[in-house]
């Protein structure tokens, strides 16, 4: 199984739509599955994305052959082209920081986030968004980290407001051949 945890409904629709999901009834978060995968979709923030993590891995518990997948949006200093699907090797939270391990070999670029409690408009020199360090600190209780995958498509250069619904669809949209090739990457 691989579970895909996203912050947004419009992150995840083109997912949900490809994959032909069927939504989970009487969950706490939305989710959907098939046979492959379970998606789930957290809400912003890091407290959103720990409590949503947790959620569907105390209803489904990941076993030791299962993958999770974290991606979505993220701001990214200017080097950084919009629409880059970025690979994260490491996710540094207030003062936290841990480095992911990779059970596979991927040509993506690997980069550093930053998980930050709110949007920012002032610009850092690393990636950021507001959920991965939710996902990583909820899931390390359940599986080891080479099970743990974090995958960032730049959307703006610390300008949240430029960001719109159908622009954040648009980008997950754009990159959706990309993702599957990590996604499939994750099964072997």
């Excluded at 989710?31 to 994305?49: D, H, K, P, Q, R």
């Excluded at 720990?50 to 999770?68: G, N, R, Y």
């Excluded at 950021?128 to 909820?138: F, I, L, N, S």
């Amino acid at each position: 199984m691989i579970y895909l945890i996203v912050a947004l409904n419009v992150e995840a629709q083109p997912i949900i739509d490809k994959l032909k999901l069927q939504k989970f009834k009487n969950m706490p978060f939305k989710s959907f599955y098939n046979s492959e995968y379970i998606l789930t979709i957290t809400g912003l923030g890091v407290e959103n994305a720990l409590m949503a993590t947790t959620a569907i891995f105390t209803k489904f518990p990941p076993s030791e052959e299962d993958k999770i997948i974290n991606f979505g949006i993220c701001a990214a200093p200017k080097k950084y082209e919009i629409g880059e699907l970025l690979l994260i090797d490491q996710i540094s939270y207030k003062d936290e920081t841990f480095k992911t391990k990779l059970a596979f070999q991927s040509t993506l670029k690997e980069e550093n986030l930053t998980t930050l409690d709110k949007a920012s408009s002032n610009e850092l020199n690393t990636l950021v968004d507001m959920e991965a360090y939710g996902v990583y600190k909820a899931a390390k209780i359940f599986v080891k980290p080479i099970q743990l995958l974090f995958l960032k498509i730049v959307s703006d250069h610390f300008k949240p407001e430029t960001i719109t619904k159908d622009f954040a669809k648009e980008l997950i949209s754009n990159n959706l051949e990309s993702l599957f090739i990590e996604f499939e990457k994750c099964k072997k």
